[in-house]
Nanobody, 124 residues
C-alpha cells in the first residue's frame, strides 16, 4: 500500500506560480515512477507530468511543457510540481499518483495509487 497526500494548491492570478507537493508513505514508495494529473469540472482526468523513480527522467504534456517542472526527493518521499506562468485553463484539481510501470505512462488506469487531490484556481 502507498498513501499519497497532496498540498500546495490555492488561488493565484494568471501568470503566477504555485508549487504542489505530494508526500508518499508506505512500503517502497520511492521505488515507483510517479505522475501528476489534473481534472477540471466536466472534463476527463488528464496527464500533466511524470517522473521516474530515480528522478532522472521526466515527461510532460505539451500543454505544460516549459512552464511546469516535476521533481522528487526520495529521501523525503515527496514529489513536487512547480507551476509557473499559470493560465486560467490550468485551473483544476491536481492529483499525484504512483505507477509500477514506466514513467512514460500517461494513462490514468495504469496508475495504482492516488491522492485525494489539491485544488488550483487561476484568476484571469
Amino acid at each position: 500500500q502507498v498513501q499519497l497526500v497532496e498540498s500546495g494548491g490555492g488561488l493565484v492570478q494568471a501568470g503566477g506560480s504555485l508549487r504542489l507537493s505530494c508526500a508518499a508513505s508506505g512500503r517502497t514508495a520511492s521505488r515507483y515512477a510517479m505522475g501528476w494529473f489534473r481534472q477540471a469540472p466536466g472534463k476527463e482526468r488528464e496527464f500533466v507530468a511524470s517522473i521516474s523513480w530515480s528522478g532522472l527522467s521526466t515527461y510532460y504534456a505539451d500543454s505544460v511543457k516549459g512552464r511546469f517542472t516535476i521533481s522528487r526527493d526520495n529521501a523525503k518521499n515527496t514529489v513536487y510540481l512547480q507551476m509557473n506562468s499559470l493560465k486560467p485553463e490550468d485551473a483544476a484539481v491536481y492529483y499525484c499518483a504512483v505507477t509500477p510501470s514506466s514513467y512514460y505512462n500517461t494513462v490514468p488506469g495504469e496508475y495504482d495509487y492516488w491522492g485525494q487531490g489539491t485544488q488550483v484556481t487561476v484568476s484571469s
